[in-house]
């Protein structure tokens, strides 16, 4: 796959494709000075915003701006509508995986899971099992990483079902570009996002807990300003008008979950938690944990408090387990995958091991519990000092990883240093699964590898953001 | 057998303590042959019920204490009807295979010593249990019986290199070995009525999985499988999975504990 040609969304450097037939003209018609000033100016509004990701294990500014680019990612509603019916498809098997995995088992029964894979598997968590949960939904927020290759061929390079972040990017590139080209929104048919937060607080009141009665109390838990998101975390509580709280902030008494306010304690029914599992709870968790609440999973488990995501949701996406979800969507769904998966070697195996080791400088090789870029190998652009030491690492631990062909991602125009030239590009859309139905915001957050030829997209290594734009009618 | 449990624990704080929460197992978990005529669990004098189970299947419940509070008391008492299956546990309805019981954990994670005790436990000669009975055996030998020698913290392989332990070490060493020789293992807590003279006490022991009877228990301190006079309470992983009391505290120097076991045959 690394010796196909890169497809550009925009059809560069050949005839524009429709979708972008406006942006193409706007490229056309405005200045390059004009473009610098308005990036300025964007600048300047995310700092007023406070728009920050803090970056881990790098010097420098610790609130460092994410690089925006000013030129949107566009797709065509009809493209939208292919890829949204595959999200769908593919969130539905994944939540019904992970209540079988802590019920009945029945994929691994039938052998069409390897058993061990999962139980055995550090995100499996035990204190999950024999738990019904209000409408079975585990991962209610899922990010879905995709890339594409083709003008029909995305693929799913992971699946982000625990508390996947970067969805206030999505909401604040559009108000930003709202507001620097208005016109050009007056004249292009863009599906909006600003009412992500609405879809997504009612998503959270549609799962309360069986005790609740009533209109469920939502807060937003997190564990904190050091935390990288915590940005993310009171813009959400805050558009949705809900409590931004901290584990101190609330209270189990009498397996209840309640929240300290001027008035007095007040039921909490439904948490949306950023923390993670290891942290909801020192009694059952991590002993020493202070970012949680002690007896949050007592008051989980007697049906009075939801946490959104579940605990336990970890378990959909391993990095090993990822590559049987399009078996899952057969097992539980009776369909045919909508999305692809990525081909994947799993290290685990003697014989992917061989081949991959002897690919190695193909390859794109990942640490299965890693995020965010860390402990990764991207062959076609490594040293033979890197080479060495992944293959080093490959033969101690195998088990730690998987690896996949190094895809030819799709480029989009960007604004850089030298003008506008294209890069590569992936996009997270943002699935919401409540108990009555799955909401989807049109589009997600385009990330783009901001370094000429860099397939890396992370904000973390260096990549910015898009707006991402999907056409009306 | 018909037990009789009276289990009264009194914790007192060196300086009040402005909160106290706990997380309690203390209810019998279903199976294994025991009949419950009776169980109560009191805190500071008021009845406490379990309000949920946790993923192993021990029913649970949490109580929070707000301070000041110098002291607390839990008490246990119940009425149970027992029977001799000589550790086979057969009826018990599982909410995770046995595989997940491989899992190792901080409190019975493998080293070499412990790797060593169980390679020497390899040969399989007259089944499964005898070899149980083998390791279980060496266990006891390589772990002395001294009361207060290590505390709840303690791992398997530290309590292997001490030399001696409790019964809760006794169990973390035999389920880390027993796990190391690809037997599914797991932790247990419970009471025991140990003599005649109705001295007993909070015992803790493990269950081994085996290939034709599922889970069998085994008491490396006393070198048995549980007979009529153990009651299972609650199982997971380890000590802390199990734990019959798990707290965390809001100030309260130098807690202690008091703790009147009383187990009785009859009544």
């Known amino acids: 796959m690394s010796d196909t040609a890169v497809f550009d969304e925009m059809g560069w450097p050949g005839e524009t494709r429709a979708p972008y037939a406006l942006v193409d003209a706007w490229l056309k018609s405005v200045p390059h000075e004009q473009l610098a000033l308005k990036r300025r100016e964007a600048e300047g509004l995310f700092r007023r915003i406070g728009i920050t990701f803090a970056v881990y294990s790098e010097g420098g500014d610790p609130e460092r701006l994410i690089p925006f680019d000013l030129i949107p990612r566009v797709l065509a509603q009809a493209e939208w509508q292919r890829l949204k019916l595959g999200l769908e498809q593919r969130v539905k098997a994944l939540n019904a995986f992970i209540h079988d995995v802590y019920h009945d088992r029945e994929i691994l029964r039938a052998g069409r899971v390897p058993e061990q894979l999962v139980i055995n598997n550090s995100q499996f968590r035990p204190e999950m099992a024999g ?313 997600g957050l385009t990330r783009v590898a901001l370094r000429e030829g860099s397939l890396v997209v992370n904000s973390s290594q260096g990549g910015g953001t898009k707006d991402t734009w999907v056409l009306e009618g | 057998m018909h037990l009789t449990i009276h289990h009264g624990t009194l914790y007192r704080y060196g300086e009040a303590a402005n909160r106290v929460f706990q997380a309690l197992r203390l209810w019998p978990i279903p199976g294994g042959g025991q009949v419950i005529r009776d169980w109560r669990v009191e805190i500071d004098g008021r009845k406490l019920r379990p309000t949920c189970r946790d993923g192993f299947g021990n029913p649970a419940a949490t109580h929070v204490i707000d301070g000041p509070v110098a002291s607390l008391s839990i008490v246990v008492h119940a009425e149970v009807d027992t029977q001799d299956r000589h550790g086979v546990l057969g009826d018990a309805v599982e909410s995770l295979p046995p595989l997940f019981y491989l899992n190792s954990t901080e409190l019975t994670a493998i080293d070499p010593a412990l790797q060593a005790l169980a390679d020497a436990q390899r040969d399989t000669s007259g089944g499964e249990i005898a070899q149980l009975h083998r390791l279980c055996d060496s266990v006891r030998e390589r772990v002395e019986y001294r009361s207060d020698s290590t505390h709840v913290t303690t791992s398997a392989a530290e309590a292997l290199a001490h030399g001696a332990g409790v019964c809760q070490d006794h169990a973390h060493v035999l389920i880390a070995t027993a796990r190391a020789l690809g037997f599914p293992a797991r932790y247990v807590s419970g009471y025991l009525c140990a003599s005649a003279d109705g001295a007993a006490a909070s015992h803790a022991w493990a269950e081994i999985h085996v290939s034709k009877l599922g889970w069998v228990g085994f008491d490396a301190t006393n070198r048995i499988c549980p007979d009529e006079r153990y009651v299972r309470v609650a199982v997971g992983r380890d000590y802390r999975d199990a734990a019959p009391v798990r707290g965390v505290r809001h100030g309260g120097l130098a807690e202690t504990l008091e703790v009147r076991v009383r187990i009785g045959e009859g009544q």
């Open chain 1, 131 to 443: 738990f019904d949960l209000p409408g079975h939904i585990y991962s209610h927020i899922a990010g879905i990483d995709m890339v594409r290759t083709g003008p029909d061929q995305y693929y799913v390079l992971e699946d982000n079902c625990r508390t996947p972040s970067g969805v206030s990017y999505m909401v604040e590139n559009r108000e930003v570009m709202l507001r620097l080209f208005p016109d050009l929104f007056r004249r292009a048919s863009v599906a909006p996002v600003a009412h992500y937060p609405d879809e997504l607080l009612e998503t959270l009141r549609s799962v309360p807990p069986p005790n609740c009665r009533g209109e469920p109390t939502v807060v937003l838990l997190t564990p904190g300003i050091h935390n990288s998101a915590y940005y993310e975390h009171a813009f959400l509580a805050d558009e949705m008008g809900i409590e931004l709280v901290e584990g101190e902030d609330l209270l189990v008494q009498g397996d209840v979950c309640y929240m300290r306010t001027t008035r007095g304690l007040a039921r909490v029914d439904v948490i949306y938690r950023r923390i993670d599992d290891d942290y909801i709870d020192p009694l059952v968790f991590n002993p020493n944990s202070m970012l949680g609440v002690p007896g949050l999973y007592f008051a989980y488990r007697a049906g009075n408090v939801n946490l959104t995501n579940a605990i336990g949701a970890g378990i959909a996406d391993d990095k090993a387990v990822y590559i049987h979800v399009p078996e899952m969507v057969r097992f539980y769904l009776g369909e045919e995958p909508l999305l692809s998966n990525v081909p994947t070697w799993d290290c685990r195996l003697p014989e992917d091991l061989k081949y991959v080791l002897a690919h190695l400088d193909e390859l794109v090789v990942k640490a299965v519990h890693g995020s965010g870029g860390y402990g990764m190998l991207v062959g076609p652009h490594a040293t033979q000092a890197q080479l060495a030491e992944f293959a080093a690492l490959l033969r101690a631990r195998p088990h730690d990883y998987i690896a996949q062909p190094t895809l030819a991602l799709s480029t989009v125009p960007t604004f850089v240093e030298n003008g506008i030239a294209p890069r590569h590009v992936d996009l997270r859309p943002f699935v919401l699964s409540g108990g009555d139905r799955i909401r989807i915001v049109p589009g």
